[in-house]
Every structure is written in structure tokens, then in C-alpha cells.
């Protein structure tokens, strides 16, 4: 039987914030779609989209006491749905926000557009203490123009940098920046320039190579590649270098020692085993076990318990991987360096964080965790497709907006899980007919499955391998520029997409908006932050 509102605890506005700052944990999870989530939300909501809820919420809120309070658009009833799944994972403490946005709106409390929140703010608060230098895009083209070869790093994921870049630039992910630019940069007189695709990540970039002292000029590039588009230079696309995989051992050695001083500066205890396995265990805490380094190690020997974050895009993204405010964090530490660093930004951002080695993280137990048994939908290969197709099926497609108007299986139907019965009521299916379902990851289909169970439906199929199963069956596929509508995109963030899509108006008020962050919050949200900014010898 489905879960109504009034089977929940269900608090409001004033009184979820009061939680946000009563220094016990809260998990404050935002249920709607990307699309919606960053057009308005609460400062520190996290994002949780009721798509992937029973995929994301163990990995986001680790124990299952933490308090945990759940937000909507005040209209639907996804809070309530969402409440029943928690529950049926083993949570016990879940709660309501009354109204979602809206109510959190009519309180005089800000949404915030965007996504990120507090890593994005906490870049324009780090430029704004350390005065973190910074280059315009075309001051930057005129030295290269004279010939000048300062070493130019992208900060960003290799993915990112393959679509567009500064030509020339070395992609070094931020979290790898410390352990491998001595090994890209030998000398302590070339001038190393930093990039991200806008701000926060060249800022920390650079920062990071400050606070650890290393010797050479550090510089940020302004806005990144939109500041470089927008002042009419030409970006490079299609890129395939990458930071070399071979370390030079002596610049290894130097940048342990500059990262022990770093961490003795912010007071990061390595801890051993014992108060590790205490730190895991405790049921009245949330701790975060975190593996930092690139997803070629942690593929190759990192362990199964551990979450894996690159630190660069940990700290740049928060609240994608710690999804519990006074959550502690704990960082797997391989070599010395990486772990260390990311700790340092960490402990800025609000969090009690400390180092295992990898050595006794190796010797740990695992604790109690979410569970979920949802049963896997039957998979259907070229033949079954064939057979499906002739009897009529409705075909439900619950891929992304953007990849169903590229092409999508003729007479399918683009759904998401939060509209489903929307979609079913619309094409006027009912209970006792099939349903074939496409999506890119089966566990989007077979979460969705458990409310189309729950409306009565019991014949559903996968297709095998998506939209391609389809194609292989010799079935027709179709493109649709246009629909789903934009209104209906909900999974889709218009105000960041477009900006990578070379649309410089969209670059201008994204850039227009992180620096305008810190004007916008309230002097709560900015007291989450603890920087600091002595000046260095």
C-alpha cells in the first residue's frame, strides 16, 4: 500500500534550517529531477533525484538513523513515494519538508539556481582570501603569441578537456595536480597557468599549488574556456594528451614532504585501525570512506567498500558524494600526497577529515548498510524484441531527453520515473497490457518497475542492450529535435548545458552567476566554511 504524507513526520522551513545549524547530522535530499533541481534549491539541499533514488541514497547517506528530510516542488507527491522506498532500505528517520521549494520560498529563505552550491561558492570565497592571481584569456593569448611556453594545465576530467580546451593545454585532473606537476614541470621558473571550463576549478587549481608551496608562478585563468570563447579566441577540440603516467620519484619525494606540511598547517591526523573501525562503526555518526586517486587505481586494487571520488572533482562537487551536513570524512591515503591535499580543502569546506593509510584501510570491516532486493526485469534480445513490437506493446523510454531526441525506438513514449503514470494514463495503457522499457542503465528500469507494480502492472520488459537491441532487431527508430518539449526536460539543466554548447550568452550569465554566489547567501549558510588564509612564508 502506498505511503501517504500524513504516515511521515513533516516539518517546516524555519524549522528544517534550525537543523541545518543545530550541529547534528541532516541529510536534506532534494527528490526532484536535475532539470528542476537547479533551477531553485535550498543552499544545501542534495541532490537525489527520485530517478536514481534507491541507486544513489546508500552511497549519499551511508547510515540508516541519519535524519534525514526530504523535499519536493510542493505540488507532487514524490516526497511521500520516496518516504516509502527509504523506509522499505532500512531508514528510520525520514521526514518531510512541508510544501518543498515553495515552502521553503514563502519562509524568505533563497533557492539557489545552479549545481554545486557550496564548492562553487567556496572557490569565489577562496580567490577572495587568498587573492589567488589571475590572467585575462587575452592577456594570456598575447604571451603565447610572443612565443612564450608557460606550462598551461586543464583542471577539469580527461572527458572534459577532449571536448574543448586552450590549445596546448595538459589535461591534470585537480586531484592529481600536486602528485604529478613536478614530473610535467621540472624547473621552479616556468610560469604554470591554470584552467577549468569556468572558475572554481582554476582557482582551486592554482590555490592548491600555492598552499603547498611550490616555487614556480601560479596563475588562474579568468573564467576558463568561457572567458576564452567570449573574448573571440579559438578553443581546441578533440584533444588526446594526457599527463604522462611515468613519475619522476624526485618530484614524488618533494611533493609528500610539501604535502605533510600542508596537513600538519590544517591538523589532518592519520588515524590508525582501530579508531578507523571506530569511526565506521559508531551508529550515532556518518562517516565517509573515500578513495581519491584516478578510476584506474581504484579499479585496480581499491576496495569494494570504499566510494571511489577523484579529489578534484570531490571538492569541486561536495555534495554529489557527501550527502549528510557534519558528516566526517574519511580519505584512504596511497602515497602521501593526493590524500592529504584533498583533505586540506576538506577540512576549508566544513568537514572533519582525516587520513587511513591504505594499509589498515585494507584490514576493515564494513558496517550496516541500505539494502535493496528490487528483482531485475527480464532482459529481451532481437527475436523477443520482434515478438514484443508485433503484439503492441506500449514502449517506455526512460533514457535521458537528450539521447531520445537524438533517436529513440519508433512509437516509444519518453518517461522518467517521477511521470510515469502520467505517461501511462496518456497513452492509455492499462494494467493487464506490456510494457518494453529502454534505458541506459538497467537500474533506472528497475527501480521505475517498482512503482509500475505498484499501479498494477506486471508484464515488463528491458529491452537487452536499449535502443540498440532494437536497431540490431531491424525495428524502426525515429529523431525528434523537438520532443520531448523543453518544458517537459526535467532531467535536463538548460542553465549548464548550453554554456559547454558554444552559446556565449548562456557562458555570461553563468559566469555572471558564480561570481555573483556570495552576495546571494545568508550568513548561516557561509559559517559552513572554514578558511583559512594565513600568509605564507
Known amino acids: 500500500m502506498a505511503l501517504n504524507r500524513k ?25 526532484r529531477e536535475a532539470g528542476q533541481f537547479g533551477e531553485g534549491h535550498p543552499f544545501f539541499a542534495i541532490p537525489l533525484p527520485y530517478s536514481r533514488l534507491e541507486i544513489d541514497a546508500p552511497r549519499l547517506v551511508p547510515r540508516l538513523g541519519t535524519r534525514i528530510v526530504l523535499l519536493d516542488d510542493g505540488a507532487a507527491s514524490v516526497s511521500a513515494r520516496a518516504a516509502q522506498r527509504l523506509t522499505g532500505l532500512g531508514y528510520t528517520n525520514v521526514a518531510i519538508l512541508r510544501d518543498g521549494t515553495r515552502g521553503w520560498a514563502s519562509a524568505g529563505y533563497t533557492l539557489f539556481k545552479g549545481v554545486n ?21 587575452s592577456n594570456l593569448a598575447a604571451q603565447l603569441a610572443r612565443g612564450q611556453t608557460p606550462a598551461l594545465i586543464d583542471g577539469r576530467t580527461l572527458d572534459e578537456h577532449r571536448k574543448m580546451t586552450i590549445p596546448g593545454a595538459i589535461p591534470v585532473p585537480n586531484g592529481e595536480l600536486a602528485y604529478r606537476i613536478g614530473t610535467l614541470v621540472g624547473d621552479t621558473e616556468t610560469p604554470i597557468f591554470i584552467h577549468c571550463a569556468g572558475r572554481t576549478r582554476s582557482i582551486i587549481g592554482a590555490q592548491t599549488l600555492r598552499n603547498l608551496g611550490v616555487p614556480n608562478p601560479v596563475t588562474a585563468l579568468e573564467n576558463g574556456t568561457q572567458g576564452w570563447a567570449l573574448a573571440g579566441l579559438t578553443l581546441e577540440h578533440g584533444s588526446e594528451r594526457r599527463y604522462p603516467d611515468v613519475l619522476s620519484e624526485t618530484a614524488i619525494a618533494e611533493a609528500r614532504a610539501r604535502a605533510a606540511t600542508l596537513a600538519a598547517r590544517f591538523s589532518i591526523a592519520t588515524i590508525d585501525t582501530a579508531k578507523t573501525q571506530a569511526w565506521l562503526a559508531d551508529p550515532r555518526r556518518t562517516t565517509f570512506l573515500l578513495d581519491v586517486r584516478t578510476q584506474e587505481e581504484y579499479a585496480h586494487d581499491g576496495l569494494p567498500f570504499a566510494t571511489h571520488a577523484p579529489g578534484g572533482q570531490l571538492v569541486q562537487a561536495t555534495d554529489q558524494t557527501i550527502g549528510v551536513r557534519h558528516a566526517r570524512v574519511l580519505l584512504i591515503d596511497h602515497d602521501g600526497v593526493r590524500a592529504p591535499v584533498t583533505a586540506s580543502w576538506l577540512v576549508q569546506l566544513g568537514y572533519e577529515t582525516a587520513l587511513v593509510s591504505s594499509a589498515d584501510a585494507s584490514r576493515l570491516r564494513t558496517g550496516n548498510s541500505a539494502r535493496s532486493a528490487q528483482p531485475p526485469l527480464p532482459k529481451l534480445d532481437t527475436s523477443a524484441l520482434r515478438e514484443a513490437a508485433a503484439s503492441h506493446a506500449h514502449l517506455i523510454d526512460l533514457r535521458p531527453s537528450a539521447a531520445y531526441r537524438r533517436e529513440h525506438a519508433a512509437n516509444a513514449h519518453w518517461s522518467i520515473r517521477p511521470q510515469l503514470g502520467r505517461t501511462l494514463e496518456a497513452v492509455n495503457a492499462s494494467p493487464d497490457e506490456t510494457l518494453l522499457v529502454f534505458a541506459d542503465d538497467p537500474a533506472i528500469a528497475n527501480i521505475a518497475a517498482i512503482d509500475l507494480r505498484e499501479q498494477g502492472f506486471t508484464s515488463i520488459y528491458l529491452a537487452g542492450n536499449g535502443v540498440q537491441t532494437w536497431k540490431d532487431a531491424g525495428l524502426s527508430v525515429a529523431s525528434t529535435p523537438d520532443l520531448p518539449a523543453d518544458t517537459a526536460r526535467i532531467d535536463y539543466l538548460f542553465f549548464v548545458h548550453d554554456r559547454h554548447d558554444g552559446n556565449l550568452d548562456a557562458a555570461r550569465q553563468y559566469l555572471e552567476w558564480e561570481t555573483g554566489l556570495i552576495a546571494q547567501c545568508a550568513p548561516d549558510e557561509l559559517a559552513a566554511f572554514r578558511i583559512d588564509a594565513p600568509a605564507l612564508s
Do not use: M, Y
Not at 120 to 135: C, D, R, S, V
Open 7 to 31: 504516515d511521515v513526520p513533516v516539518v517546516d522551513a524555519t524549522t528544517t534550517r534550525a537543523w541545518l545549524n543545530d550541529g547534528a547530522e541532516i541529510a536534506l535530499l532534494d527528490l
Open 117 to 137: 552550491l557550496p564548492s562553487k561558492t567556496f572557490g569565489e570565497l577562496i580567490e577572495h582570501a587568498h587573492g589567488t592571481p589571475h590572467i585575462s584569456p
